[in-house]
């Protein structure tokens, strides 16, 4: 079963709020990733990281920023958050196994933004 | 640059019979990972299967298979005999040694009883 949490599940904010969406596993991972998704939609990568210090912008231009302080750790924040931030956001992670280079992505189950 | 090319937006067929969705995928470089996931309409990415740039043997794991083929760049997905329970949106994805692991837009499948 995967270790990888984000909270919170569903967050409703106003206008111009700041907002930081949690996401940790305890697989040890050395990949974390961010990605915008509307149900159902294309997910569209916004920021990774390969490993402590290290983060990446995607291919998704994307006002939030993220740090990776710790290994299990990879927060993702938006500084004043709008409407347009209107989305579903999944944090995943991934490894190396026995022989392999990557292991498949583990997904968190989502957090569901609405901004007012 | 990575991409991934997923070309059938959404397919519908009725149970039972055979469906092949389509990957198409660009790279670089010459080590690779490719998967499928599977996102019922409950939300979660159910990993299907990875494979790796040098490990061509296609698989069969009950009623789906998978055919990559490094000449095409494909990496073909057949469900048999579908079912109604196979409904889903379906993403392909690789990565490479940029790390960046990226999905292609999707197939909605739908399978009428």
């Known amino acids: 079963e995967a270790d990888i949490y984000q909270t919170p599940r569903y967050l409703v904010i106003g206008t111009g709020k700041k907002i930081t969406l949690e996401c940790s596993q305890t697989?040890?991972?050395?990949?974390m990733y961010w990605y915008q998704q509307d149900p159902g939609m294309e997910l569209h990568l916004i920021h990774y990281?390969?490993?402590?210090?290290?983060?990446e912008k995607g291919d998704l231009s994307s006002e939030s920023t993220v740090s990776r302080i710790r290994t299990e750790h990879f927060p993702l924040t938006l500084e004043s958050a709008r409407p347009s931030h209107t989305s579903q956001y999944l944090c995943?992670?991934?490894?190396?196994?026995?022989?392999?280079?990557?292991?498949?992505?583990?997904f968190g189950q989502g957090t569901r933004l609405t901004v007012v | 640059a990575q991409k991934v090319t997923q070309a059938q937006t959404e397919i519908s067929v009725v149970e039972k019979e055979d469906v092949t969705l389509d990957c198409v995928y660009e790279?670089?470089?010459?080590?690779?990972?490719l998967f499928w996931y599977k996102q019922p309409p409950s939300g979660e990415l159910v990993f299907l299967i990875r494979?790796?740039?040098?490990?061509?043997q296609n698989e069969i794991s009950g009623r789906y298979s998978w055919n990559f083929q490094k000449s095409t760049s494909s990496f073909n997905f057949t469900i048999t005999a579908s079912q109604v329970v196979d409904s889903a949106v379906y993403f392909c994805?690789?990565?490479?040694?940029?790390?960046?692991?990226?999905f292609g837009t999707g197939t909605r499948l739908q399978v009428f009883p």
């Open positions: 494979r790796n740039s040098f490990d061509e």
């Open positions: 990281s390969y490993g402590v210090n290290s983060t």
């Open positions: 697989m040890g991972h050395d990949k």
């Open positions: 995943a992670s991934s490894g190396r196994a026995a022989g392999l280079r990557y292991t498949e992505a583990f």
């Open positions: 790279t670089r470089d010459t080590t690779y990972y």
């Open positions: 994805a690789l990565i490479d040694p940029t790390d960046k692991l990226i």
